[in-house]
């Protein structure tokens, strides 16, 4: 058992501190006993009044326990009550082991002086009492921060898993609407290769958990699946051109990352131009960084403070929204006009090896 797990293990923890408390209340006591002329006896006394304190407060937690519940009224009337009485039965204790030992057998006139000094030890256990409640509530604030974080997890999970899986019907609805045009131009041998390559690009997608990162290269491999589907409906009129730097093979994406961002540029920069057009696809490392950048020859778009104007779908809006969920703050992508024509999205992910 590791020492967060002894923490967390309440038990434990109150016998793992309130021993160590005793015993701390005990070297205090008796480093307090050397600055002055006693005799040896004394640091039996200092023990034995400590393991009385050890033992009279182990009920406190039991009564406290059942009492948590109650109005924060009735709670303190139950531990000014419970203190004082076990503080009362500590000091006539302690008073009883300095007089029989200490004093040999000495015997107060009055059987209410054994109850004297009980003030202090009042004070004493009252201490512990405050020390009790205050441990518990920090333990409780602890669960419930615990609470917060794996329910802000679940929910940022959910909001990644359906912006992830949200591309799946978007792609699959564009491919099978070309599918559907092929066949009804009778282009059946097209339409079958593409149901093929489809149906290999859809398996790949769904292997991949929407909560993971995967290696570069294996986006650039879903990529190509994608980009040869979309051969298949524009033979030469699509060019596409991968520049990617070899130490970035390695480095960790979001899956399905690319995807959208190809098949944006293909609806916008290769479908509306007779002469087809050409996607560039660029990969490098500077620093701690890895940098994206897709890019087209099309007639290009408005763009107005990085958002594109020409955009009506979820592609562009569903990868800053993941980049946003995965990176928060560690990321940047921009929009911007190509040279010496089309559109350019660049992003700037944080440089992680798998």
């Not at 615990?146 to 997890?153: F, G, H, M, P």
């Not at 087809?276 to 490098?284: F, L, N, P, R, S």
Request: glycine content about 4%.
């Amino acid at each position: 058992m590791n020492w967060k797990e002894f923490l967390e293990d309440r038990t434990r923890l109150f016998w793992f501190v309130h021993t160590a408390g005793w015993f701390g209340f005990a070297l205090v006591h008796y480093l307090g006993s050397l600055l002055h002329d006693l005799r040896d006896i004394f640091v039996v006394i200092i023990f034995l009044n400590a393991y009385a304190g050890w033992l009279l407060t182990v009920p406190l937690r039991y009564i406290y326990r059942r009492a948590w519940n109650l109005s924060p009224i009735k709670i303190a009337l139950v531990v000014i009550i419970s203190s004082y009485v076990t503080g009362v039965l500590w000091q006539i204790v302690k008073n009883i082991n300095y007089w029989e030992i200490y004093k040999h057998g000495y015997e107060p006139d009055f059987l209410l002086m054994y109850t004297q000094s009980s003030l202090w030890s009042f004070y004493i256990i009252l201490s512990w009492s405050c020390l009790y409640f205050g441990t518990k509530y920090y333990q409780m604030l602890q669960i419930e921060k615990q609470n917060v974080l794996k329910a802000n997890t679940v929910a940022h999970q959910a909001q990644l898993k359906m912006l992830r899986y949200q591309l799946n019907p978007h792609f699959l609805f564009n491919t099978l609407n070309a599918i559907s045009t092929l066949i009804l131009v009778k282009e059946n041998k097209t339409a079958n290769s593409m149901v093929t390559k489809l149906s290999e690009f859809l398996r790949y997608s769904l292997d991949k958990d929407p909560m993971k990162k995967v290696p570069l290269e294996s986006e650039i491999q879903a990529l190509e699946l994608y980009l040869a589907i979309e051969k298949v409906r524009f033979e030469d009129r699509l060019t596409v051109t991968f520049n990617i730097d070899e130490e970035c093979q390695d480095a960790l994406v979001p899956s399905m990352i690319l995807q959208p961002l190809a098949e944006n540029a293909i609806k916008y920069a290769v479908a509306v131009q007779e002469q087809g057009g050409e996607i560039a696809i660029t990969v490098t490392q500077f620093a701690h960084d890895l940098l994206i950048e897709i890019a087209d020859n099309g007639p290009g778009a408005d763009i107005v403070n990085g958002n594109l104007h020409r955009e009506s779908g979820v592609g562009l809006v569903n990868t800053k929204e993941r980049l946003q969920a995965l990176y928060n703050k560690k990321y940047s992508l921009v929009v911007s006009h190509n040279k010496p024509s089309g559109v350019k999205v660049n992003i700037r992910l944080p440089y992680e090896l798998t």
